[in-house]
């Protein structure tokens, strides 16, 4: 009885003092490799900046009235509504690379890494679905604006959650779900 007491109030605390009616997503960055001091607090601007446009009401709107080709959707939608991927998004659980439960948070490890030679200079970066790695292009990082990283950021977050895009520059890719996000993100964070 006291525990569950306790767990309450505990629960009941950690609750931001800004929050609505339902649970903002936050992020959680558990592991940061090869950031300098410098580089580091520019995640952390980019942090607050995506929590800040993910929990809006401006970025529901835009997520919720996307289209593509006239219709309502987005492209590589996994079967589901803008609604559905909304709902599913603020969730914070994560599909790979295992899925994990409702907790409201986006779930980050993140790797700085500089690329070869013979690797595009423009990958911004890339996750893979075996990992909870995500790797950050460092000379995009270090050009970047802190709206611009937020919006690779929540691109490489939404692949975690479960969606993917074609891989060459296609006219539908910018209307996937990691894409379309991620500029809504970096449109949002520009104002
Ligand atoms: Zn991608």
């Given at each position: 009885m006291k525990i569950i007491q306790i767990l309450t109030l505990l629960f009941t605390m950690s609750a931001p003092v800004w929050a609505q009616s339902s649970q903002p997503l936050l992020m959680n960055i558990h592991t940061a490799e090869n950031f300098t001091d410098q580089q580091y607090d520019k995640l952390m601007q980019a942090k607050q900046l995506v929590e800040l446009i993910i929990n809006s009401a401006a970025f529901k709107s835009r997520v919720l009235n996307f289209s593509y080709n006239g219709t309502q959707e987005f492209v590589q939608n996994n079967g589901m509504s803008n609604q559905q991927i909304y709902d599913l998004l603020m969730t914070g659980a994560e599909m790979f690379p295992q899925q994990t439960a409702s907790d409201h948070f986006m779930d980050f490890d993140l790797v700085l890494y500089k690329p070869k030679?013979?690797?595009?200079?423009?990958?911004?970066g890339y996750t893979d679905q075996s990992t909870n790695v995500i790797h950050i292009n460092k000379s995009f990082f270090n050009q970047a604006s802190v709206n611009e990283i937020a919006m690779n950021l929540v691109h490489e977050w939404v692949h975690k959650m479960g969606f993917d895009h074609d891989f060459k520059n296609t006219s539908r890719r910018p209307s996937s779900v990691p894409y379309a996000v991620g500029y809504i993100v970096r449109d949002l964070g520009s104002m």
């Open positions: 030679w013979y690797q595009s200079k423009k990958v911004l």
